[in-house]
Structure formats: structure tokens, C-alpha cells
């Protein structure tokens, strides 16, 4: 199934006709979103399908919670929430705080980071040397005043010109995706997709997404993808906060309750997938597909594999490439970690040796 061989017509890939954008782009904030959308040809050949992935690991600060953050702190610049020296605090499992730690450099702001403590050591790497304040707090739910969102919160209660971006409930987040990711998916496609498929943390990308698409188009099936431990795969199918399975490698992806960004959005069914898919799918899109990315982005091609079984041969589906893999040489590309969870097995036998 892991082919490690270049076939002839690989040659044909490398195109020097490279159609770029006459337009220069301004900083940072001018430089998130307009994500390239790229097919996958072994999966596409495999499935029958175009199984297409909006490439968001190319936004500047490496992932598709850049959008995110620069529609949550545009929206407090607009609404005069926040002014000059401002400080803005999120909880985030990272990506989000990478993103606003960015945003925050380029525009003289300080940002202060609540993390939980069980994510990936690069992530807070990145952030501290961002200049981002990081504290990390034990893993709690949400209902316990200790969850690292009511540090957060509170943090900004405390303090003068200090904005709670809060991703989970602040709907800039969705907009943001409403008005770039959802449209730039729609234009890329001519408007031929079928199908979209995603996992979600706050919910802000499938959400805003799906919002647009389902407006251009009603008859666009709209997905939820699922990690264990998170209770979305069961409130889409039965409207039950029901938890599937236990806690994931997957990081940054999965869900307690609902957010209001995720709160009456389209979405028409959801997909459980389990770490051995995801952890498998990111093996072979590194070996057979030539991309290095997290396990959410893992996940989420599994699921639009899954999916592509029950649509027509030739359909579109989309998904996303959320960030790269360097951030997770410690969990997902460690050897300990993997056999620790079981999950070796998912990695063909013959790429174990490049574990970590
Ligand atoms: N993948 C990764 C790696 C993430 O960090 C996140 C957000 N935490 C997501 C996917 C999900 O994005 P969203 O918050 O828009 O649902």
C-alpha cells in the first residue's frame, strides 16, 4: 500500500508554470489566508475521488488558526475594545497563540498564553521565544474554574486594555472562515465541491465554512470528523454530549460541549475516527503523498477517505491540511509515545526506524 517507488509519470508533476500573484502582500495580517488547494493523486486515484486539502500550514504563522486569530483581534480594533500597548490573553492549545503571538509582534501588542499542560513541548517553545507569556495549567474540563479558558478569562477581567480573545465563543473567529476560508474553497473548486469534511476545536473553520458553502449551494454535504474523547460525533448523529473513546494524540481537535461558534451551523452528519486511522493516514501522506503534517490534519484525510466510500465516484471532497508535522516530534513521530498508546502498528514497519 506504501509505494516507495517514483513512478514514470512523476516527472510530469514538476511544472515550471508557475502562475503567481502580481499582488504584494502587506505584513503579517496580509499574509494569512489565500491558501493554495491541493489534490491528493495517490488518494484521489484510491478513492475514485478528488480529495482535495487547502493547504493551511502555509499561513505565515503555520497553521489554520491564523485566521482565527487575525479576525479575533481585527474585531476588537474595529469595536475600539482594544487600543495601542494593548495585552491580549487567549487559552489555546497552541496554534491559536502562535498566531496571536505573531499578530501581537507585528503590531506592538503583548500576549499572554493559558495552555493545557498536555500538549506538545514545541508549541510552548515556539510561544516563549515569540515573546509570548506562557503559563500551563493541568487538564481540566471546562466546568472546573481551573480550565485554562478561566484563566484567561480572568486574567483580562484583572487588567485595563487587556482583551480575552476567547476563540471558543467569539464569533469573529466563524466570520473569519465565513468570509475567506469558505469563498476561497468555492472559488478554487469553480464552485464543483460536493463535500466537506473537518475536525473541529473551537468549531470556527468548519462552522464558517460550512456556512458559506451550504448558502452557495444547499446540497454540499457537510461533515464533522471526531477524535476519541470528544462528544461531537455523538451530538451531531443523536444530539447527545455523549464522549467517544478516550483522551486522543490528536492534538488541538475534539470537544467537550458546544461552542457558539459551532452552535447552529450546517452540518449535516459527523465521522468517528479513531488514532489508528488518523496515525496511519499522516504515515502515508508523508511517504505517498509527499506532505509532513499534524495528526489533525491526519484525521482529517482519513475522514475524507471514509467518505468518499459513500459518494459518487468523482466527487470533490475537501479538507484541510492544518499544520505541519515539526511541532509534534515528541508525541505523533515518537517511537515511546506511539507503542505507549498502541499505536505502532499504524505505522507501516518499515518507516519505524525513522521514529523518534
Ligand atoms: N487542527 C489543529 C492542529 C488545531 O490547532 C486546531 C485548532 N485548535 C484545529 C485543527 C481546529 O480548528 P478550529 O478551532 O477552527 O475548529
Redesign the pocket.
Known amino acids: 500500500m506504501f509505494a516507495s517507488t517514483i513512478k514514470h509519470g512523476a516527472r510530469r508533476c514538476l511544472s515550471t508554470d508557475v502562475s503567481f500573484s502580481a499582488r504584494i502582500l502587506e505584513g503579517f495580517r496580509g499574509s494569512v489566508g489565500n491558501t493554495p488547494l491541493i489534490r491528493l493523486p495517490k488518494l484521489s486515484e484510491e478513492t475514485g475521488c478528488n480529495i482535495l486539502v487547502k493547504a493551511e500550514y502555509l499561513n505565515p504563522g503555520g497553521?489554520?488558526?491564523d485566521r482565527?486569530a487575525l479576525f479575533l483581534i481585527q474585531d476588537a480594533l474595529d469595536k475600539n475594545i482594544i487600543k495601542e500597548g494593548a495585552t491580549i490573553v487567549e487559552g489555546?492549545?497552541?496554534?491559536?497563540g502562535i498566531g496571536l503571538a505573531h499578530l501581537c509582534n507585528a503590531l506592538g501588542f503583548k500576549c499572554v498564553i493559558f495552555m493545557p499542560n498536555n500538549q506538545s513541548k514545541a508549541k510552548i517553545d515556539i510561544l516563549r521565544l515569540l515573546g509570548a507569556e506562557v503559563t500551563t495549567v493541568p487538564v481540566v474540563p471546562i466546568t472546573d474554574p481551573n480550565n485554562y479558558n478561566h484563566h484567561a478569562k480572568r486574567y483580562a477581567e484583572q487588567r485595563e486594555n487587556t482583551l480575552w480573545t476567547n476563540?471558543f465563543d467569539n464569533r469573529a473567529?466563524r466570520r473569519g472562515?465565513y468570509l475567506t476560508t469558505g469563498p476561497e474553497i468555492w472559488t478554487q473548486t469553480n464552485g464543483k465541491v460536493n463535500a466537506v469534511v473537518?475536525?473541529?476545536?473551537?468549531?470556527?473553520?468548519?462552522a464558517g465554512v460550512c456556512m458559506y458553502l451550504k448558502e452557495k449551494n444547499n446540497k454540499i454535504r457537510t461533515v464533522l470528523a471526531d477524535p476519541p474523547g470528544s462528544v461531537l460525533y455523538n451530538y451531531i448523529k443523536s444530539g447527545k454530549l455523549e464522549r467517544m473513546g478516550d483522551a486522543s494524540i490528536?492534538?488541538?481537535?475534539g470537544q467537550g460541549r458546544v461552542t457558539q461558534?459551532l452552535k447552529d451551523a450546517p452540518i449535516d452528519e459527523s465521522l468517528f475516527i479513531s488514532d489508528q486511522k488518523s496515525v496511519h493516514m499522516v504515515f502515508k501522506l508523508l511517504y505517498e503523498e509527499g506532505f509532513f503534517v499534524?495528526?489533525?490534519?491526519g484525521l482529517n484525510v482519513a475522514a475524507a477517505v471514509e467518505l468518499s466510500q459513500s459518494m459518487p465516484k468523482g466527487s470533490t471532497i475537501v479538507t484541510?491540511i492544518?499544520?505541519n508535522g515539526q511541532k509534534y516530534f515528541n508525541r505523533l513521530f515518537s517511537n515511546d509515545e506511539l507503542s505507549k498508546r498502541g499505536l505502532l502498528d499504524s505505522v507501516p514497519e518499515q518507516y519505524r526506524k525513522n521514529l523518534f
Do not use: F, P, Y
Open positions: 497553521s489554520i488558526k482565527a489555546t492549545a497552541g496554534n491559536t476563540q473567529n472562515h473537518m475536525s473541529t476545536g473551537t468549531g470556527g473553520t468548519l490528536t492534538e488541538g481537535i461558534n499534524g495528526a489533525s490534519s484541510c492544518c499544520d
